[in-house]
């Protein structure tokens, strides 16, 4: 079984994966410093389900971000469950400091739209520094993309929770419908981590990168980011996520 099968079994059973190595050492720096200075300028700070440092529309804010968009390793599995007609509904940063806390479990998808077929979200997770347990690491929740519901139920104990730990460069894998919650950072590190939110073609952007995307810019798209930023008649032209031709 080659590694797109076996994530493929992963997320169909257990509604998430991890893919190691999907950006080298190089670039992951360079990303990581370059979301740095995008949050000394464009962060925000952000308490929904627990606190931490923002930053938001990524692909307007630098080119380097862009390679996540399409990435050869990443886009077939999402391909697999939204078809090729997907768009990326956002790519957000969320920064969790030292002493940040528990992001509470939840899916991202709202209760009228979950489908226990096939989900209208998939999220990655870029891993700009390796993951563990004490830095804040990513919680998921095996199984519960199949549960039917967006959070766990008041006052269920939830006992089988996996936070995986990964080094930097790796990508998380799940289905929106998957319970997951930014864990807390014990340690004395900040730990960074871009998020690609990917939606069913009928679906809006949750974050338009039309706006503010500079024009300058265009030329350096390929054709299948384009196609995921709805952006074939350019980054001013009129737009929507279901008809846009």
Not at 128 to 133: A, E, T, V
Not at 195 to 201: E, I, S, V
Request: charged share 20%; aromatic share 8%.
């Amino acid at each position: 079984m080659n590694e797109q099968e076996q994530a493929l079994q992963e997320l169909e059973i257990y509604g998430f994966t991890i893919l190691e190595s999907v950006v080298d050492a190089d670039t992951t720096e360079a990303m990581r410093e370059t979301l740095i200075r995008c949050a000394e300028g464009h962060g925000t700070e952000h308490t929904h389900r627990g606190s931490a440092r923002h930053v938001s529309n990524l692909p307007v804010l630098d080119r380097i971000f862009h390679q996540c968009i399409d990435h050869p390793r990443i886009l077939p599995l999402l391909e697999h469950f939204l078809q090729p007609s997907l768009i990326l509904g956002s790519l957000n940063s969320r920064i969790v400091r030292p002493g940040d806390g528990y992001q509470g479990l939840h899916s991202d998808i709202p209760i009228y739209m979950l489908n226990m077929d096939t989900p209208v979200m998939m999220n990655t997770v870029w891993m700009l520094d390796d993951f563990s347990p004490e830095v804040g690491g990513t919680r998921v929740v095996p199984g519960s993309h199949k549960s039917g519901l967006i959070a766990p139920p008041e006052g269920f104990e939830v006992k089988h929770e996996i936070q995986p730990s990964a080094p930097a460069g790796s990508v998380i894998v799940f289905n929106g419908q998957c319970w997951h919650g930014g864990g807390a950072n014990t340690s004395d590190r900040t730990r960074h981590a871009l998020f690609g939110h990917y939606r069913k073609h009928m679906l809006v952007f949750q974050l338009d990168p039309h706006d503010g995307f500079p024009p300058e810019w265009y030329e350096g798209l390929n054709e299948r980011q384009r196609q995921l930023l709805r952006m074939q008649k350019g980054p001013g032209a009129l737009h929507a996520a279901d008809a846009h031709f």
